[in-house]
């Protein structure tokens, strides 16, 4: 009977014995798994973060569709002293893989200084088109595209510049750890001869620079900062600098509430900007 304890008790030990040599054992062999890559996929909702002063000009492309409603206030400047309130809708399309192709109108209210007409009409149409190469290198993305202005815009109250405009642009994204991500493009704009406040203007070939940087705040909230400058698109007018602060919100797996404000720098930007946005995408 004793033997027979002895005997069961070091069978025990030498089992438990074996279990402590083999886990370490075990562990060492366990493969390590490497590092994952910064990821070039949109937050989890599945919704990329899109740029508002360069909304077209950007390496973003929508997983499918985009249909955006907005509403803009922006307060006039000693150059153009027009206030407008505008409701605009903005949508983009993915026909294919690398394509995006997109637009937006509104209609708009203006509020000029006495002498200067002022009233209701509809907002130039943008329309656009892009080919983007995701991760063309480690981490960076780019691409490139046009961006055609058809004057649709009731000019006589401040809407719009009886300009027919077309720009070619280039733009790139860099992605970095935490969510970052820097960027910016450049362009060149051919800008027709036109009409505003029922003064004649003469077309020139403008030139644009934008940079932006994006943040991710929190699974589902991104920080969106932007700045551009375009030299001057008729004669006798001033360049165009602003810069914007603005926030995505991933509100809903198919819906991003968007609100910005911008500073106008040159007596051709408005002195502010606010805009507020609703976007359903899939």
């Known amino acids: 009977m004793r033997e027979s304890k002895i005997v069961r008790a070091a069978v025990v030990v030498a089992s438990l014995a ?12 366990t493969p390590t798994t490497p590092p994952a890559p910064i990821s070039s996929a949109p937050a989890k909702s599945g919704l990329s973060d899109r740029l508002f002063l360069a909304f077209a000009q950007d390496t973003a492309i929508v997983t499918s569709q985009w249909w955006e ?3 803009e206030y922006s307060d006039g400047s000693s150059g153009i002293p027009v206030d407008a309130f505008i409701v605009r ?7 294919i893989k690398s394509l995006e192709v997109g637009g937006n109108v509104g209609l708009g209210n203006t509020d000029a200084p006495a002498g200067v007409q002022d009233g209701t009409g509809a907002t130039d149409l943008e329309i656009f088109g892009k080919w983007v190469f995701t991760n063309a290198a480690s981490n960076l993305d780019w691409a490139a595209g046009a961006v055609a202005t058809v004057p649709t815009g009731d000019d006589s109250v401040g809407l719009g510049f009886n300009s027919f405009a077309l720009q070619a ?23 027709g001869d036109g009409e505003f406040q029922t003064v004649d203007i003469n077309g020139d070939t403008s030139f644009e ?11 589902e909230v991104t920080l969106v900062t932007e700045g551009n ?14 810069l914007l ?9 198919r819906g991003v509430f968007r609100g910005a404000v911008s ?6 930007s408005p002195d502010y900007r606010i805009v507020l946005g609703y976007a359903y995408t899939f």
Not at 229 to 242: I, L, M, P, T, Y
Not at 245 to 253: N, P, S
Request: aromatic share 10%.
């Open 18 to 29: 074996a279990a402590a040599i083999g886990t370490p054992a075990a562990a060492q062999e």
């Open 89 to 95: 809708g903005q949508v983009a399309f993915r026909p």
């Open 245 to 253: 602060v603005g926030v995505d919100w991933k509100a809903f797996q």
């Open 169 to 191: 642009f280039g733009a790139m994204r860099y992605k970095l750890e935490g969510g970052i991500k820097l960027g910016g493009h450049i362009g060149v704009r051919y800008n």
């Open 263 to 268: 500073a106008g720098l040159t007596d051709s």
């Open 229 to 242: 400058v375009e030299s001057k698109r008729f004669e006798g007018a001033d360049s165009v600098a602003n």
């Open 209 to 219: 620079v934008g940079v932006m940087a994006l943040f991710q705040l929190a699974n």
């Open 69 to 71: 409603g907005q509403v």
